[in-house]
């Protein structure tokens, strides 16, 4: 990695754990996919800064943010926009969808069937989406991080396991560490990181920073 990369990779580490606390790992592959045009898939339980880190990185580099939530009844059309009738104008207008946005958060995303995972894929591998018929290129930079719970699986509706062609890294977000607990319930008072834990470097810094319980088993998505 050349100096100047190096740079940018710890400045952008540095300025997410100043909103994020912990996930390094995530936090890492995370830059991996803004900067390769990729995109990320997150197995953790919920309450793990998810959405926290894709705002986040959205700010960071000056982009919109849009999450979608992944319901069983989610159409193809609410992914990607539709057209609507204006009776003012008495003429078509389409409407963008959410996936009109620098970073998407498809939260849950095993939870809808497979047609509105197939919208979802085909932007994420063309970066761009047929809306009645005509191609519509997606901002730049273009970023998915999608999540799914590993604990619940009843009513989902699993991602194929050659999932797309589309880059995908798979990662394990991890359980709060003693570090994290301590930092979150400090915050408000102190408005500072516990002085164990670095500001500055993502890796791990003190043996405390151990998850008490094993993350869940993290499975790679390859092109």
């Known amino acids: 990695m050349s100096g100047r ?3 940018v990779a710890e400045r952008f580490h540095r300025d997410v754990h100043r909103i994020v606390v912990g996930q390094d790992e995530t936090v890492r592959l995370a830059f991996i996919a803004l900067l390769l045009g990729g995109h990320l898939l997150i197995e953790g339980v919920p309450g793990t800064a998810k959405t926290l880190l894709a705002r986040t990185i959205a700010r960071l580099i000056g982009g919109t943010f849009k999450r979608i ?3 069983p009844d989610l159409m193809p059309s609410d992914i990607v926009g539709t057209s609507i009738y204006e009776i003012t104008t008495s003429n078509f207008r389409i409407k963008e969808g959410p996936i009109f946005a620098n970073v998407v958060l498809a939260d849950e995303v095993n939870r809808a ?3 509105a995972q197939a919208a979802l894929l085909e932007a994420m591998e063309e970066k761009q989406v047929t809306l009645e018929g005509d191609s519509r290129p997606l901002p730049r930079p ?3 991080i999608a ?3 590993p604990v619940e699986y009843e009513g989902t509706y699993p991602l194929p396991e050659g999932s797309t062609s589309a880059p995908l890294r798979s990662t394990a977000s991890p359980w709060r560490t003693r570090c994290s607990s301590t930092w979150f319930a400090s915050s408000r008072s102190r408005g500072s990181r516990p002085t164990c834990c670095s500001a ?3 890796a791990p810094v ?3 920073c ?3 319980r094993p993350p869940p088993r993290s499975r790679a998505v390859t092109s």
């Open 5 to 7: 990369a190096r740079e």
């Open 69 to 71: 939530q992944f319901t």
């Open 113 to 115: 069937p497979a047609k």
């Open 142 to 144: 273009f970023l998915v």
């Open 147 to 149: 999540t799914q719970n």
């Open 200 to 202: 500055r470097a993502p």
């Open 206 to 208: 003190c043996t405390c």
């Open 210 to 212: 151990a998850p008490r």
